[in-house]
Each structure stands twice: as C-alpha cells, then as structure tokens.
C-alpha cells in the first residue's frame, strides 16, 4: 500500500547576517507547512555563510549549544506551531573549543530528538573545516520522527559509503544531506554520488545545497537540490542553480519495501569478509 509524505528541502543564499538569516528560514518553514509538508532540512550550516573559505577564529561566535541553545528554541516552537519535522544543520559548541558541524532533529510537536555531528571533516582549498570542527562522535543516528525513519550525512561525508550504509542497516527510510558545495569543485559528483548511494542502500535521499558567491571566497555554490529514490529517479525537477527555492516533493515510502523485496542487498551483504576495510 501507499504511504506518502510530502518532505521539503530549502536553498538559499547568504543574507549577510545571521539574524535575516535565521527569519529566511523561518519564513521557509511557514512556507513548506502552507504547501503541506511534513519534514523539512536546511543547507549545512544555515544559519551563516559558509566561513570555511578562510581561516578566521572570529566565526567561532556562530557556534551555539545544542539542544540548549537560542535556535534550537527558537525553531522547536515553530515546528510545534507548524506540524512539521525539521532538520537544522549548525555550528555546534559542546564547550569553549569543542566544536563540531551538526544537525538537529526536531519532531513534528517541536520536541528535540537528537543531533547527528559530521564524521569526515575535509581540509583542502577552500573547505578548511579542519580549523573549526572536530570529526564527529555521534555515530549514526536514525531518528524516530511523526514521518517515519530519518538520518543525516552532512556534505563532505557523501563521499564516504559506510555512513551511508551505517543508515541503512539503522532503518533509515528518508537520508538527509545539506551541503555546501563549490561548482568547480564537486559540479559532475552532484548527480552522480546521491543517486548511487540511494540505490545501494534502497532509500530516499534529499540533497541540498545553498546557491551563489558569498563575500568570503570564490566559491560557487550551484543549488540543484533534490529528491531521489531508490532507483536513482529524481522525484520532480532539480532545483536552479542559482536561485533560492524551496523543493516540495511527495515520497512514497511504500516503495522502499518493493525495491529491497527485489534486490536483496541486506540479505546478501557478508559482512564477515569486510574486516579488512576497517584495518588502520
């Protein structure tokens, strides 16, 4: 049988201060429930520009708690006020110099389920996130939300098929990953690394990624958000490129049981012969 949810993803572009910002979302919130959906993630670090072009211990104040602190507050009555899930990817602080890259999982009655911190921090040109978060320890948590089994993988973790696979074999049934994403770096992997761990780990997978040039750097931020099935189909149109838009899309969850009923991957997996891909 049937069992659709509608789920939302929102790009967006660098306002120019954290405050505007966080009303952006807001009003992307407000937005998502009018058109009914039921979940709704961010851009990674949504909350601010991407600081990881440069080096500047100034944008450590982005940090903030988790769950105590003032956004995640402010943002778990509005998913009470609105009936929606929602998926609020941060700059986390567990105390003066532990920082990590996080996502917040809010229920539907705006209660707080969990966080999901970023396991594989890349340090290259452009993404220095090395200088501010630590990998993260958090495992890979699949949340229990009013629209069913939710995960996260943040940006640079796409590139990494265990967590992926971690989710998986954890129930997830929808996989989140909010990025931040440079056109001349990662353009030809964008429709290319979602899809695939989709299909081999037979969920849904909603992709997001913030759009322009911001004030720090050349990166390019490309959008073309989405939703893609088990069977690497996106469901409806990409987002733009360049413009901030809010993806709505229905996901029909039923369809994850036809798929793993056909392939079989978890019954065929051997995972006594993998041993030797977690040596150091």
């Not at 069913?148 to 989140?176: K, M, Q, S």
């Not at 490309?222 to 360049?242: L, N």
Request: net charge negative; proline share 5%; hydrophobic share 40%.
């Amino acid at each position: 049988m049937s069992r659709v949810i509608r789920a939302a993803l929102f790009q967006t572009a660098w306002t120019g201060d954290k405050e505007s910002m966080i009303r952006v979302h807001e009003q992307a919130v407000r937005d998502a429930a009018a058109q009914g959906a039921r979940v709704l993630c961010f851009q990674e670090l949504f909350y601010g520009p991407y600081f990881c072009q440069v080096q500047d211990k100034a944008f450590y104040e982005y940090a903030e708690r988790i769950p105590e602190g003032p956004t995640v507050r402010r943002f778990q009555a509005l998913a009470r006020e609105c009936g929606i899930v929602l998926v609020l990817p941060m700059y986390e602080e567990e105390q003066p110099g532990v920082l990590y890259n996080t996502a917040a999982v809010i229920d539907a009655d705006g209660s707080y389920l969990g966080k999901y911190r970023k396991t594989h921090i890349p340090q290259v040109e452009g993404f220095w996130e090395k200088f501010y978060f630590r990998p993260g320890n958090s495992g890979w948590p699949v949340f229990e939300t009013a629209v069913g089994r939710i995960g996260v993988y943040i940006c640079y973790d796409r590139h990494f098929p265990e967590g992926w696979r971690a989710l998986g074999l954890g129930g997830a049934e929808i996989v989140f990953n909010p990025s931040a994403t440079s056109r001349g770096l990662s353009r030809y992997l964008w429709q290319l690394e979602q899809p695939a761990a989709a299909v081999a780990n037979e969920y849904f997978v909603g992709a997001i990624n913030r759009v322009g040039v911001e004030d720090l750097g050349a990166n390019d931020f490309y959008g073309t958000t989405y939703f893609v099935d088990p069977e690497a189909q996106f469901v409806g149109e990409v987002a733009s490129d360049k413009e901030t838009e809010l993806v709505v899309r229905d996901l029909d969850l039923a369809k994850l049981r036809e798929v793993r009923d056909r392939w079989q991957f978890y019954r065929d997996r051997t995972p006594g012969a993998y041993a030797p891909l977690t040596a150091p």
